[in-house]
Nanobody, 120 residues
Framework: QVQLVESGGGLVQAGGSLRLSCAAS????????MGWFRQAPGTEREFVAR??????LYADSVKGRFTISRDNAKNTVYLQMNSLKPEDTAVYYC???????????????WGQGTQVTVSS
């Protein structure tokens, strides 16, 4: 069992930066693939980034602007978001999976989400 709690969302102007954190509980945290997803109103939840066994994967829309990292000693995964755009506005979720996948349905555990709003 893994419990996830996101933090770090907020309101930022276009071009600005935010760092999201996802604190995990559970002794098996380091065995999970960790992902970040986002969901804007009226849209499907979409993949943003994934950290799996030292390798990372990003959605094309955030590549070069967002960076996922992980600190197993702190049971925390981060999402550094730079050069933010209004279209990045969404609720951001972290999630844990046993598999290196990008489909939200394949992730077993989810946080409650944190709102990111980027103003133009």
């Amino acid at each position: 069992q893994v419990q996830l709690v996101e933090s770090g969302g907020g309101l930022v102007q276009a071009g600005g930066s935010l760092r999201l954190s996802c604190a995990a509980s559970g002794r098996t945290f380091r065995t999970y693939v960790m992902g970040w997803f986002r969901q804007a109103p009226g849209t499907e939840r979409e993949f943003v980034a994934r950290w799996s066994d030292g390798s990372t994967l990003y959605a094309d829309s955030v590549k070069g602007r967002f960076t996922i990292s992980r600190d197993n000693a702190k049971n925390t995964v981060y999402l550094q978001m730079n050069s933010l755009k209004p279209e990045d506005t969404a609720v951001y979720y972290c999630a844990a999976s046993r598999l290196a996948v990008v489909a939200p349905a394949r992730y077993d555990y989810w946080g409650q989400g944190t709102q990111v709003t980027v103003s133009s």
